[in-house]
């Protein structure tokens, strides 16, 4: 069992950035790949970002492209979204999940494909 925790949000300005966090406890998560979800107010929740088990293949949204990346660090168990230059429709509740899967690249979007899911932090940008 994998337990995922997210940390780092906040109430922030237009412009501002942040670093979100995702630490995973219970199992090494070397071989799960990471995506970071969003859920804004009365909005389906939606996919922001993805990353391999090795980290070599990272893909995100096209709302958020050159603005938000995703990183993680197998060491720490740790996975991580920079989130720049935010903007009033980035505020979401931000969920990390992770899972077990072959598939990588634009699969990574597909929520089904993790099997584990943090609580969530909110992001709130003022404009």
């Known amino acids: 069992q994998v337990q995922l925790v997210e940390s780092g949000g906040g109430l922030v300005q237009s412009g501002d950035s942040l670093t979100l966090s995702c630490t995973a406890s219970?199992?090494?998560?070397?071989?799960?790949?990471m995506g970071w979800f969003r859920r804004a107010p009365g909005k389906e929740r939606e996919f922001v970002a993805g990353i391999k088990w090795s980290g070599d293949v990272t893909i995100v949204t096209d709302s958020v492209k050159g603005r938000f990346a995703i990183s993680r660090d197998n060491a720490k168990n740790t996975a991580y979204l920079q989130v720049n230059s935010l903007k009033p429709e980035d505020t979401a509740v931000y969920y990390c999940?992770?899972?077990?899967?072959?598939?990588?690249?634009?699969?990574?979007?597909?929520?089904?494909?993790?099997?584990?899911w943090g609580q969530g932090t909110q992001v709130t940008v003022s404009s």
């Open positions: 219970g199992r090494t998560i070397n071989n799960y790949n």
């Open positions: 999940a992770g899972g077990v899967s072959v598939f990588t690249g634009q699969a990574m979007a597909n929520s089904h494909m993790y099997r584990y």
